[in-house]
């Protein structure tokens, strides 16, 4: 079954410096892989997906994942955080092993100092 | 609609009752998830319904908690004998076709169980 990591439950960045979120995922066949974003008191939303096009997927609010096979990774990257992106990120994985179904991670909560 | 609506935004009862919750999806999106996230647990995944496919339920925690969704579109998760372990919110998705696409999230249903 696919399976998603995401390594620190909380990551803390200054304004202005880059983010790195990472996500690890597990499955067997080529996955569709996902990012998605929940703003305080606000409902989830897409940031980016992966679907087996570009191993490089640019989303909103520059942020970017790159698809990287040979390490089961797909790590969410800003080069310039701002204090708007303090939020609750989440990965996500689906694969046709599990019907499709989509499977998130425990979710990172990034801190934006000023 | 516009988006996807949950019902209500919050709920407060009491250890013991059953309760349920709604979700309108927006129209024409064939699939649909449950999802139950809970403080520093991310999302876990608790049935999905594709078409006209029986539902996948094998996220559901146990035999209190089952799923519905009438015609294609409203969704009821029913939690039979509420037990205080079963507060969280409790996110709806839908999504247009399989789980490659993306899911648009309702604002949830908070669930307090006293």
């Not at chain 1, 080529?30 to 606000?42: A, I, M, S, T």
């Not at chain 1, 570009?54 to 955080?81: C, D, M, Q, R, Y």
Request: with cysteine.
């Amino acid at each position: 079954a696919q399976s998603v990591t995401q390594l620190g439950s909380h990551v803390s960045v200054s304004e202005g410096a880059l983010v790195l979120l990472r996500c690890n995922y597990s499955s067997s066949v080529p996955p569709y892989l996902f990012w998605y974003v929940q703003y305080p008191n606000q409902g989830l939303q897409l940031l980016l997906k992966y679907t087996s096009a570009a191993t490089l997927v640019k989303g909103i609010n520059g942020f970017e994942a790159e698809f990287k096979k040979s390490e089961t990774s797909f790590h969410l990257t800003k080069p310039s955080a701002h204090m708007s992106d303090a939020a609750e990120y989440f990965c996500a994985v689906s694969d046709q092993t599990g019907g499709f179904k989509t499977i998130f991670g425990a979710g990172t909560r990034l801190f934006v100092k000023a | 609609g516009a988006g996807v609506s949950q019902s209500p935004s919050n709920k407060v009862t009491e250890k013991g009752k059953d309760v349920e919750l709604r979700c309108d999806p927006i129209s024409g999106h064939t699939a649909l998830y449950w999802y139950r996230q809970s403080l520093g647990q991310g999302l876990e995944f608790l049935i999905y319904f594709q078409g006209n496919s029986a539902p996948d339920k094998s996220g559901l925690p146990s035999d209190r908690f089952s799923a519905e969704r009438t015609g294609g579109s409203v969704s009821t998760l029913t939690i039979q004998r509420t037990q205080q372990e079963d507060s969280a919110v409790y996110l709806c998705a839908s999504l247009p076709g399989t789980s490659t696409d993306t899911q648009y999230f309702g604002p949830g249903t908070r669930l307090t169980v006293l």
